[in-house]
């Protein structure tokens, strides 16, 4: 009784290990990965409200969106500039080539994460962190912005959301964190140039997909009623 009774378990213990061993790999393949989403304003001078452009003196900045998976858990925010219609920066500067006197003003970049959603801190769907760099004239009539370069770090917990593969709408479904950072600038008399940052140390625990839990759940019934087949075929 004891050998018939191991003889039907053997093959279920097998079958759960085979389908777990699975599942798991298919939420591994996705586990370090973050899909980031958002856009930047900006503004001159304390206290300002920021905009999706601002000038001060002939320097003008001009707004971006970025979005994006990162991989190995990073990725960098560093498009061309054209400015008015910037992607996957954080912004552009613009530089007129009348010299002027820039040294000691300040410039506000306001970057807003739409995703991933469920920022830890938000009340929103949206998140925003506010960098302050300061404005000082260069050597050769050019502008260099310093910005505080600490890197900010958001975790977040989404587990309402929906998963597609669709380029561009992907959605990140899970906990994680990630790292923010922006860099500085210098921008050359009648040049623009692209405000950069990164994304780094991103991760997640995604969610099973429903496919992997309709394998799972489909796998287990096949294997119960494989058990109830043997036992009926035992009892004869």
């Keep these: 009784m004891t050998k018939r009774f191991f003889a039907m378990v053997k093959p279920l213990a097998l079958s759960i290990a085979a389908i777990a061993f699975f599942a798991l790999a298919q939420g591994e ?3 370090d990965e973050v899909f980031v989403a958002g856009n ?5 001078g304390a206290a300002c409200a920021p905009g999706a452009s601002a000038t001060f003196l002939g320097l003008t900045y001009s707004n971006s969106t ?3 998976t990162t991989a190995n858990g990073v990725r960098g925010l560093g498009g061309n500039p054209n400015p008015g219609a910037n992607v996957n920066n954080l912004g552009s500067f613009t530089l007129s080539t009348a010299p002027n006197t820039y040294t000691g003003q300040s410039f506000t970049l306001l970057v807003t994460f739409t995703a991933p959603q469920g920022i830890i801190g938000s009340n929103t769907a949206t998140f925003t962190a506010l960098l302050t760099g300061t404005v000082r004239a260069a050597d050769d009539g050019g502008v260099i912005i310093d910005f505080n370069n600490t890197p900010q770090t958001f975790t977040f917990n989404d587990t309402t959301c929906g998963a597609t ?9 899970g906990a994680g964190s990630f790292t923010f950072s922006v860099n500085d600038i210098a921008i ?3 040049q623009s140039a692209s405000l950069t940052g990164q994304i780094t140390a991103a991760q997640q625990t995604t969610i099973p997909e429903p496919a992997t839990l309709l394998l799972l759940g489909t796998g287990l019934s096949g294997i119960a009623a494989s058990v109830r087949r043997r036992r009926k075929a035992a009892g004869k």
């Design 29 to 31: 393949a996705k586990a």
């Design 165 to 173: 593969t669709v380029p561009g709408q992907q959605t990140t479904c």
């Design 188 to 190: 050359d008399p009648g």
């Design 66 to 68: 970025f979005s994006g």
């Design 40 to 44: 930047t304003a900006g503004c001159f």
